[in-house]
């Protein structure tokens, strides 16, 4: 039996080359980061990756990535947030294939559907599925998963748990209290890192928090501490990530702010596929501070690359340059 999904899972950002491309280099150096740092699990293509900006084949692209650099180590919770149903099944055949442990599929988006047309679709992808499916409510952007929906699907073995992006403690209450009892292993996750500690007190069993992407040992130290009972100190160290959640959220477009602040704990996470406005941009440099100062309250940013050190990439690069072409030479390539 697969083991239960709990823990932090971050649901990773997707940096980009100077071409627009998905950074397959940076994208392992930051998956491998996030690991290090002790994160649970991993989860690409949800909100933070910025899925609906991304073709179908990225999103596979990235689900392959980061279930490579992940395999053996933690485990994978997949975005597969398709439109329609026909497409959803197609991304869960190609994630059990990369050995993720499930996937999570947001609500019918777009359409607002009424609770028993929410239970249908999820009910018929949870009898084709080959592969575990969390159930993924975000009631600011799609049809609401209402307790009773979700105790209906609980029924079904394929389904193993619900991420939930509300924030709303007493709704995450009674989603446990109707469902645990029959389904002790059942994973209840919050997506809303403003009150992580206070959802893990009340049962919770992790969070898919995008903060995780810019101080994962921050949300792991909340939710251990949480899990330990050592609930005044839990609660202090989420009144000092509330601070930088609050910056990244509220003074970016997401997940711009989230970005940020993982760059400045050393990764590039290149242009943004969504163009900025003149005024956006002017913006910025005083939107960054109000992070930088949230972000050294909790962690030490990383240190700017030396000229030493620049240096060093700068030969690394043409040794390498000077290789290739050697090797083209030796082949009558050249």
Not at 152 to 175: H, N, Q, T
Request: charged share 25%; proline share 6%.
């Amino acid at each position: 039996m697969a083991s239960k999904i709990e823990g932090i899972f971050t649901p990773t950002l997707a940096p980009l080359n100077s071409r627009g491309e998905i950074n397959e280099t940076e994208l392992r150096r930051y998956v491998s980061w996030l690991i290090d740092r002790g994160v649970h699990g991993l989860y690409p293509n949800g909100s933070s990756g910025e899925f609906t900006r991304f073709t179908a084949e990225e999103r596979l692209r990235i689900g392959a990535i980061v279930c490579d650099v992940a395999r053996g180590r933690v485990p994978v919770l997949a975005g597969a947030a398709e439109a329609n149903i026909k497409e959803t099944l197609a991304a869960c055949e190609a994630y059990a294939k990369m050995g993720a442990r499930a996937v999570a599929i947001v609500s019918p988006f777009y359409y607002r559907l009424a609770p028993d047309a929410v239970y249908a679709y999820f009910a018929e992808i949870a009898r084709d599925s080959p592969i575990d499916v969390m159930l993924y409510n975000i009631p600011m952007f799609a049809s609401p998963i209402t307790v009773d929906t979700v105790r209906r699907l609980a029924e079904l073995p394929r389904v193993i748990g619900i991420k939930d992006s509300s924030g709303d403690v007493a709704f995450m209450m009674r989603m446990i209290s109707a469902v645990r009892p029959l389904r002790p292993d059942f994973s209840f996750l919050t997506g809303w890192e403003a009150v992580l500690a206070p959802m893990i007190m009340i049962g919770c069993d992790g969070g898919t928090n995008a903060s995780s992407n810019a101080v994962p040992e921050v949300t792991r130290k909340i939710y251990e501490l949480a899990r330990a009972g050592a609930y005044t100190e839990a609660m202090q160290w989420n009144y000092r990530l509330l601070r930088l959640f609050d910056a990244m959220l509220d003074k970016f477009e997401f997940p711009d702010g989230f970005k940020y602040a993982t760059e400045l704990r050393g990764f590039n996470f290149g242009p943004s596929r969504r163009p900025l406005s003149d005024a956006q941009r002017a913006d910025r440099s005083l939107l960054e501070s109000d992070v930088k100062r949230a972000l050294s309250d909790l962690v030490e940013p990383a240190p700017a690359p030396t000229a030493a050190v620049l240096q060093l990439e700068r030969d690394q690069i043409a040794a390498l340059v000077q290789e290739v072409v050697s090797q083209l030479d030796r082949r009558g390539l050249l």
